[in-house]
Structures are given as C-alpha cells and as structure tokens.
C-alpha cells in the first residue's frame, strides 16, 4: 500500500511539471522542423572534407555542478555491501523544451558526468548525451553540436578522457545551410559489444564500425496521407567515415510490425499521434528509441536462428512493440507487441506501453539471453484516429524469456519518458528514471541500494556503471571487476 501510495505521489508531480513545461514553452512540436533538413531527393551526402563540428562545445574541465543542491540531490542511498562498485556515467538534459525561448530564459545545456559512488563528480563533458557511453580507454562517444529537435544530433563524436576528437561522423544527411548532419537519436553502438555497456568477453573493437539509429525525413503517401514523416532509419559507419552496405528504413517493414487496419489508419491519418502528449514530433511515426546488437547468446547456440548474435534488436514508443531484426535480410524475424490481449502469447507480459532500452542481457552476465526493457507505461499505441489508446499510470523493468515470454524479474518504477536498464555483474541492475531524475541500484529483491538524484530543472537520458577499470587513474581506487 505504502509503495502504491509512493508511485501515485511521484506521477502526480510528474504530471504536473509536465503540464506546466507544456505551458510554458507554449509550443506545438511539428514537421515544419523538418525544414532545417533537405528534403528527400539528396538523402545521403559525402564529401572529402574536414567535417565541421558546427560550434560544438566538446568539453570543459572545471566542474560545475550547478544540477545538483545538497538539500534534494546527490547521493541519497549507498549501501556498500550491496552495491557493484564502480563509476557511474550520467547523460544530462535540460527538463524544459529544447527552444530558443526556453534557453535565452532559463540558459540551461546539456550535459555528461561520470560521479563515483559518494557522488563526486570526477569528470565532465559538455556534450549532448543521446546518450553517452564509454570505452575501456576512458573515450566516450556521444552526440554533439546542435540539436534538430526530438534529440536528433548534428554529429555522433568519439572524444578521448582529455577531450581531444578521436572520430566524429556528421555525413548522413545535410541541412538547409548546407552542413552535414548525422541525425543520430536515441542510441548507437560500437562494434565488439552489443549493448554499450560492460559484457564479459565481448569488447569494444578499436577503430570499429558504429550502428546508428537516425532518421530519414520522407513522403510516404501510403503510410500518411497529409505530410512528411520521421522515417526511422538504421544505418553501419567505417571509422573512416564511410557507409557500409547495411542500411534499414522501418518505413519499408511497416506491414511485418502487426498492426491492424484500425492502426493504420490511425497512423495515415496523424503520423506521430502517440507522443503529442509528450511533446514529441507530430510526424515522429514510431519514435524507435534503442538499436542493439544481439552479441553472444544461449539461444543462437540451441539451434534459434532468429538469435544471430550480429542480428538487431530495437523498440518502438509510439507503437509498443519490440522486434528483432535479420541484419542480412532486414527482415522482422522475432516480435512482441503491438498487441497484448488475451488470446495471444503476448498476455503473459501484460500490455508494454512506450517501451525503451529493449535489450539482450549479455552473455556471462546474471539472467544472460533474457530481454531487459524499460516499459514506460504513460500513453501509446495507435488508435483510429492515431489517438493513444493504451494508458498506465506508472512504469516498469521487466526481464523476460524471449522464447517463452515468461516475467523473470519485475520493478515497478515511474517515468513516463527516457529510462533505461543495465544488467550488473553481481545481478543487480541499474535503473534511470528520466523525468523522476534519479539513478539508483536495485536487487534482485527489488531493495535500492543505491541512489543519486538531480534537482528539478533537469532530466536524466540513460546513465551507465562502467568498470573502475575503464576510467583512466581511478581516482577513487575501487577495486577492478576483472583482475
């Protein structure tokens, strides 16, 4: 009782910050931003170049931390006993709008730190972190430069641990001002390591190529009648800057996703309608937010092709589904959602409502081959008249058996957007929550043994633990997960 009492105390403020953000900015997020970007005809666009890094703030050493007070913020729970001792990697996004009103206002940017367990911030990056991951080296690779809106990046940038460019890429599509952009939103991965966090035995490969998710601004009359659309598309880099051959639009699989007629009316009618609520694009048809490799897996290894460890695993917000993808074919081999009634397989996770951060936890970490994800809850799913039509009021982590659907493992959480979910080497899991702006460790037997919080004003886009061994001196000298 206490714990439900807890959750609806935490939605009510959400929902109202959230009421009040909308208020404020007085906005009405729309494909009219699409015009910073060339419309399609000239989609893809390399040149030999020096690329430019559009004004990009790459880094700043002094430590600032304006976004957390000691009354409400830092550490609030540490258990050391409990705990994966290591550093933890926090991407960090402004709570209002990302407006030109909004920011000459409130002047608020966003930001990367890495904090050790008490807190303590060890390093900073002034970079746009959707999101930020790091490398054994101490490199991280994140977005940077200008922000197109819905998170959509300028350039996808790999720094070093003192800041200096080790690779960037910025030649996916050009802008009106003729400068190339990446596009890149919501997730990526370097070659060698699936998941873009620590996984025994499958290491980031050097100078690797890198998954990107992105999108495609594209007409589709037999998807939406009425405008342009965010095509979410998939594509592969060479480090040296090239595409390799592997590129995936979701607007050419649309009919292996499962949705009924009602559904796709819904979606030719207002593209994007789930997450209007949400300030999303209103032409954000799918609004995929994670890519990932599947990586080694027990699966694979029993006979399942569908497994491949090079195959790709994404989930879809607006649409509630999370799929699988052949990466030879580009065809939908595995799928859960959009639909989760009764008289499915399905029912046995009950309805996932704005899934994120769906993965495979991988191999030689506790409940390896299962599917880690961040299940929202909030609204999604698309009705007649591409109004949402599946609603909860709190959010969930859920671990399950992909052949089975069997619930392995359930956290009931509350963030109705961003979040994420990170496997542990001891079997604990590190959860952010976006809006409720708090990362914190939790057991098996769901006790929080871990905590950190940042003030109001700001939110939290996916955060990792990385190995003490990965941070360059590791200044507070915690002992090395592989000796």
Known sequence: MMRGRIISIRFVKLAIILLLAIMVSNIKVSCIDTEDIIPPGTNIYFNSQIPEYNDCIIINDTIDPFYVTDDVSGVTIYNKDKCCIGYTLCGILPFLPNTKLINSIFNL???SILIDMNGTVIKQWNTNPHPIKMMPSGSIISGTGRNYGGGEMCNLTQLDWNGSIEWNFCNWNIDKEGKNIS????????????????APGQDFIENGKTL???????????????????????????????LTNFTWLASEHINEMGFTIKSRIGMWINPGGPGQGLLCPNCDLLHINSVSYLGENKWYDMGYKQFNPNNI??????????????KESGDIVWKVGPFFQKNIKENKLGQIIGPHHAHIIPKSLPGEGNILVFDNGGSAGYGLFGNPTCFRFYSKIIEFNPLTLEI???????????????RLPNGNTLISEGLSRRVFEVTQENEIVWEYSLRWGFKLNRCYRVPPEWVPDNQA???FWEE
């Open 183 to 198: 596009r890149q939103h919501h997730d990526f991965q370097r070659e060698g390591n699936p998941v873009g966090y620590y």
């Open 408 to 422: 392995v493992w359930e956290y009931d959480s509350i963030t109705p957007i961003l979040g994420s979910a990170q």
């Open 313 to 326: 695993i994404i989930s879809s917000r607006h649409a509630n589904f999370i799929a699988i993808i052949d």
């Open 109 to 111: 940017q966003p930001i």
């Open 477 to 479: 000298g915690y002992p």
């Open 212 to 242: 990107v998710l992105a999108h495609n601004t594209t007409y589709n009359r037999s998807i939406s009648y009425k405008t342009l659309i965010f095509d979410d598309v998939i594509y592969e880099v060479n480090w040296d800057g090239t």
